[in-house]
């Protein structure tokens, strides 16, 4: 688990400050590591490789038991979560997505479901993150790529579905062998398509 | 053989069914709930009124063609080489298969990739193969595709019609014409651009949607999490607060015109200070308004910023083109209990970039926050409607109520009156009662001109 | 227009429907594979019949709710607030909307999610927001949930009935009355607690299980695989051996009743011995069995291990609500071909915990062991009887046998014989032929009381 | 209620109503989208004439079984244990389980499942346990399993049909006989052996199976990846290249049959030089040629190495049977908008291994490179017919063309016409036409012989 | 593969003996595992992990092969399979499950099975366990947990399904390197929804 | 990644030469490869295991992102792709398969999707291949064997579909590090019932 998760730095509900993170260079960074999830680069070391992958197991299973407030604790504090409406992603500042989300926004997500009215999560999405076919990359000292295989299968209101993704992280190291996300880019298999209550955190 | 109630006993011996579907004050359940209700409105309503089937920036230049639905027919909306647009069946004139398997593209023309058929943007027959075998047809228009064949562009809005009766879509618009011009000219001429269409797919009859847009009863309460969220995390007094308390006091309030359309106006309250300063924040927010501020000064900032935030009205031209905010909603019936929504984000040609990327944000904020607590809400009442022996939709709000104005071009209500409602099921209730029949044979006659 | 066979096309010209398809000796397939009759079935039998809803120890305290269907409704089974149980249709009386999303819970209200309208656990309106803009409506029961009219609690079996000239629930349960007090009373007044409702979903026309509830003639071969594995690991004359051979000659019995009740008695062969020493070990069964006799003595642990295998009777009480074993089963159909069967799990208050710990156990063997097979079957038999052309479902088995014997409260036969399914038919067939209306308009006339 | 367009209008008043939707040059698309058609097709055409089942290679030996559908019956195809052949409903006499639950095997009796009844693989019962409770039914033969009345082999293919009257199985096939033996008799006595038979499931009515299969037009267009990467990497000249240009003016043609049978040759173009010269190659070609050559001679192998490839017809034989390359096809009807088609490999005993295995690997290439993209073409079509506006099929391709040759056993017509089509729904119209009644009770009376 | 495993321990059909090792301290026990599923401890060294992987492979290959003889293997002696009728797991004593059974009742599903007459299994539903999120850490010497998305996809009857579950499993330390199953628990998506056919062993 | 795959070997559209290596020897070996899917052997070291997962998830990446010319450098020259059309694979000389593909023809397939006119492939089936349950063996010193769950999940026209299968590749050493695959075959859990549109790559 990472150690930086553990100490928990937000509480939801306080005003939060603005967020001055979110500009053109953001967007510029965005679109190029969007284009560049179709190579992996030399894998990381084992030792590496474990570590990154017990963040990301860990991940999914904060998620999958409703434990958004801990899910956002893995996040850096400028962190993005990206579901492009496209199957190639667009610049964001020309076309609409799903959900780009910088950190105000995400907590703003999960605080609208801690009142206890978000319809559409009454009941909650059930879901099941599944990650297959990692693979984890080193970009400069202090930087990893991970793409991901991300299986959702969710269940709610008597339907199950399942929701194939590539599923994109860029983590930044927090301390030696301490990481956390800084993105989260769920690339849907039908991302242009219709969707149906996707209301829940991908 | 299933008759389960009185009234729908009744319903099967009564001479006027759709006076007795469609009372001022209620609507039977089975106008969301019966599939062959729901046939018949592919025909008689999204056969005979002014469909809206695109934008003309989706298909901005000649060869752009994007496909749809229309009423349920497979389309496709072109812009031929002379830069006209149709509305074309994806039915190939030869054995009926789809000529076109795109989403969207460009192209000089449809090969069908059956038998190669072909036909350019205009459906017209551009060349079928060994054609001497089909001496016997006697027209040269046999080959080509059918279309609906009246299509209009009003003022970037594609609608096309089967009905060769129909008004000329201005006299249709009737008095929402002045309410959709104004969503149009919020920005001095500056042109509207489509910039992505999420579509959403949802469990309910399609009704749900239109009903929904004139329902200003609502908000309080479906959307309760998000102004409870936001008062929580933002303080009182942001965007949408206006609908607590006895929002029948407020400034706002719907207007109903003919033809079944109407709107819902916010602007009162949500214009009155700064909509922009109201505004649950967006990602970026801070760092593009410093930015306009320090390039355009102020008070120019501040104009502009204003244009970043939805526009504060809900229209309904019937029967499927809503504007919400700054989107433009298609409502696109697939089933009696299954629709897609398509929701086209917008940009605004000639404003600057930052103001186009605060937009793009604004317009994810409203479909994740609040939609979605919609959307349940019609699938719930989907499920409720399916119990037989509660037979009635309520639509009696401000039933007669004396607050109603009748102004010149329309009638002025409550913001929480059903008169919205009640408007659009008049005009459903006048369509479905006449007999339609749609007849395109013409086009496969005579000589392509 | 596809009319297959010479039977069928007689049964579109006859006059007597009900009276072709529902024959002394056999029923017509289109019985179970018909979808116009399954949607008339649920107006005919399940709104006209008493229906089986649920227990009261799944709602034991004041403001407890369940949702459940009720021949397909869906509904709310609560406790008011003054313990009184009420069936509630799920859906809101202002636009549909189910106001009730939740599977179970506790609440002193339900607050519809789109507008707010609020509602007891009566079914009473608490509230309608803004409701000056209804003062058209007469009635303040106008805004009340619509209900089940009559509800009973049989001895904390709860049913409801929407046929408002239903008998009395005990003059209903007629006959069947004495063996299902013979079930409840099996514990010296320990009451029954329902401990988890495990529902299983099968492809196949509901009344196959209630066909298969009076069926002694199916188990020494749909359950070979389980009387084979339990001689090979655990000897002869183990739990359900005495359906070997001819079972006609054995001790068990079945016996039928009006109104389409029956039960079929194990109990002669089953409890002839000890049910407990036939049974098929449970996990802990040696460590609890050491323990009981520890604690209570060889004699009152042999007495109160009795109590931890199944009641040994098969009981139908018509439609939709049997008891097998220990367990409460509610037959829930969802289409023609689509049934949902609740296992309803039973504890007993007052029992040593070591009993309700291996009750739960044994609860678990037949589902997993027996009834899978049986289901395996309904299905096949779904897909059979899909075949036009073979019309008929057999149910002559000892038809008019001089073994029949005529007692004072029913008929008793042969464990094997199909007087079962012709006592369910003949029940099935009057209802099917009546006309039934149901009107609970009154609900919303009037005051609330 | 839905009626859209004048034509369907006029339908519904006319009487002839398949004098209307099959016309001469042209089909109406309720033929391939209307489930009501469909479930009469299933009874009048699948009910009357002689259906195809499968190979007698599939059942070589006594005992052999295999399940299928037959117009949409589950059905077993058996060989009894003395090697006749009978096609029983799988569907016990009983209450009507499906008794064979296996897709293939071997067996002496089918025991149903749920009861225990059996059944030899001649249908007739072989033990009902206890059946003395059944003394009641007169006949013996009441415990049979029914099965198609008439069933017969031609020449290894099986055939069955419910009609009785339905004329001897080689005066049925009239003119397709003489193709159909040439077919069969390509090996100089070598028998044809299923070797496989994988099945595709495909989202289109199953005439747009066989209509393709009299399609001379559509190869060029429709197999266009095929040919060009073929001519790209293989040169000019390959297998299938003589579809190119007008196809009209080459060797091939088509022969159309009374009782809707027909067939394409292709021969005249394929065997003019040597077929396998021209074949795209298979995995393993020049190893196994090699190999041939080395064997037999030069000479030996050339004449070997024609049979690796396909037959150079496309036969149809009304209304499932289509023979296509090497391989037999079974199409299997599922629902109006749902068809299986199962492409059953052959080898041939007596042939060396070598070419077996060639053409295991030839049967394997046109399905992957070819077939795929008519499937993709038939659902196309299945789609654009949705479209109610737009009414007609063409069918009229060299329409009363001066081409068409008369001969003595059919008429012989250019490659490219629709005659195919044309008498395929002759006799569809026909059959459709009828009134049809399907009486298997007999089965069911007297003793079993 | 476990060395333990491959040394075959039960003939099915022989008598079985008394089964005593199911009283309150092992509900206990359960409950107090099942509770902890949702945090995992330090993960196990690469090599021990590989190790388990390579048994929770095994064990899905036996299943997936229909050999459930040699999956029984896997477990030891004392083993507990159980599936939760809920989707928080009750105390099963007083609450029933879809299945909890010991390895007597273990042995007579596969008996069943192998009479020929299981017609819930005649066709055999087939099976493709599929395992992710693999976290494993250790709770004292000898006790391995371990926590997966375990996704079943399933065909049978010309139906597909797939069944999204938390596969736990806790294993018992055998010899140096050698470990076996004591609890398999699988904890459906829909764990309180009506379930179709699930005869065969999930 | 692989070192050889990067070296391009081959550009669609040459004229191929003749392909001799599918032989009896080649069919019995791959009878006898199918029959050994149901044991895994011991377990190549961790760094092994590494580079092989890296080689399998290039595979699903490129076939993912329809980079069929390149996926085909991931095979050794007398490569064979098999996808039998029986639960239990027979003799591919005797019984008709989904696919048995040498390189010839595999690159026939890819060549037909580029021609631009292949409408089983317009628009293409979008997919994700995911790796489950990775077994990986050596067979003497040159030769890996590599089980898998492959779990493929596909979009195409509005219809989403998953496509349970065991993945099972047979690796040869290029170098000393550096693998590429012979055999690539895929078991479809309902490989004997009727299938859709399977045209593009499994
Ligand atoms: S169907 Fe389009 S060309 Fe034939
Ligand atoms: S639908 Fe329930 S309050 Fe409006
Ligand atoms: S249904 Fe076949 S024996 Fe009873
Ligand atoms: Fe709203
Ligand atoms: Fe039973
Ligand atoms: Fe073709």
């Known amino acids: ?202 | 053989m299933s008759v389960t109630t009185l009234a729908e006993h009744k319903r099967n011996d009564i001479a006027d069914k759709w006076g007795f579907v469609v009372h001022p004050s209620r609507i039977h359940r089975s106008v969301y709930t019966d599939g062959d209700i729901f046939k018949r409105e592919m025909v008689n309503i999204f056969g005979s009124a002014w469909v809206f089937v695109g934008h003309e920036s989706e298909i901005p230049n000649a060869n752009d063609f994007i496909t749809r639905r229309f009423g349920g027919r497979p389309v496709i909306l072109t812009r031929d080489s002379t830069g006209e647009i149709h509305v074309l069946f994806n039915r190939c004139a030869h054995k009926g298969a789809k000529v076109c398997r795109a989403d969207r593209g460009s192209t000089k023309m449809f090969v069908c990739p059956y038998h190669a058929w072909s036909y350019n943007l205009s459906g017209r027959s551009v060349s079928v193969p060994l054609r001497d075998a089909y001496r016997h047809h006697r027209s040269s228009r046999r080959y080509n595709l059918l279309q609906v064949p009246r299509v209009t562009s009003y003022r970037g809005f594609i609608f096309g019609t089967l009905n060769s009766e129909a008004p000329e879509i201005e006299a249709y618009l009737a008095g929402v014409r002045s309410p959709f011009d104004d969503w149009i000219d919020r920005y001095d001429g500056g042109a509207i651009v489509v910039t992505g269409t999420p579509r959403y797919r949802i469990a309910a009859n399609w009704k749900f949607v239109t009903d929904n847009q004139g329902d200003g009863y609502h908000p309080a309460y479906s959307h309760l999490s998000l102004l409870s969220m936001t008062s929580q995390r933002y303080g009182a007094d942001r965007d949408m607060s206006y609908f607590g308390g006895n929002v029948d006091e407020s400034r706002m309030f719907v207007k109903c015109f003919d033809n079944g359309h109407f709107y819902v106006d916010q602007r009162p309250e949500m214009f009155a200070d700064s909509a922009w300063a109201a505004q649950r924040p967006q990602p970026g927010r801070e760092h593009y308004e410093a930015e306009l501020q320090s390039r355009y000064g102020e008070q120019e900032a501040k104009r502009l910023l204003e244009l970043a935030v939805g526009a504060g009205m809900n229209l309904n031209i019937f029967p499927n083109l809503l504007l919400i905010g700054n989107q433009i909603q298609l409502v696109d019936p697939i089933a009696v209990d299954k629709t897609d929504v398509w929701w086209f984000a917008t940009s605004v040609a000639d404003l600057p970039d930052e103001i186009n990327t605060l937009r793009m944000r604004t317009q994810e904020d409203f479909p994740m926050f609040g939609e979605v607590d919609d959307v349940e809400n019609f699938e719930a009442c989907q499920e409720g409607l399916g119990i037989k022996e509660d037979e009635w939709v309520d639509c009696s709000r401000h039933l007669n109520s004396p607050t109603e104005v009748q102004e010149q071009d329309g009638i002025r209500a409550l913001v929480t009156s059903d008169l919205t409602m009640r408007t659009f099921y008049r005009e459903w209730q006048r369509l479905m009662r006449s007999e339609v029949r749609i007849d395109l044979s013409n086009q496969r006659q005579g000589k392509n001109g």
Chains 1, 5, 6 share one sequence.
């Open chain 1, 1 to 202: 688990m990472s150690a930086s998760a553990s100490k928990k730095r937000h509480l939801l509900g306080e005003h939060p400050g603005p967020s001055t993170y979110v500009d053109d260079a953001l967007y510029d960074r965005l679109l190029k590591i969007s284009a560049q999830w179709s190579e992996a680069g030399l894998a990381v070391p084992a030792s590496q490789a474990a570590t990154v992958t017990a963040l990301l197991n860990q991940e999914c299973r904060l998620l999958d038991g409703g434990r958004f407030e801990e899910w956002l604790n893995l996040f850096v504090e400028h962190c993005i979560y990206w579901i492009p409406s496209d199957v190639v992603p667009q610049d964001p500042r020309r076309e609409i997505t799903w959900e780009l989300q910088d950190r105000r926004r995400l907590e703003d997500r999960v605080a609208r479901i801690r009142t206890g009215h978000a319809f559409s999560q009454i009941p909650p999405t059930r879901t099941r993150h599944c990650l297959s076919n990692i693979e984890i990359w080193a970009v400069g000292a202090d930087e990893l790529r991970v793409r991901t295989n991300l299986t959702i299968h969710t269940y709610r209101k008597g339907k199950q579905q399942t929701l194939p993704c590539m599923g994109g992280y860029v983590l930044q190291r927090q301390a030696e062998d301490d990481w956390l996300i800084e993105l989260k880019q769920i690339n849907l298999i039908d991302a242009d398509q219709a969707q149906g209550n996707i209301s829940f955190f991908l």
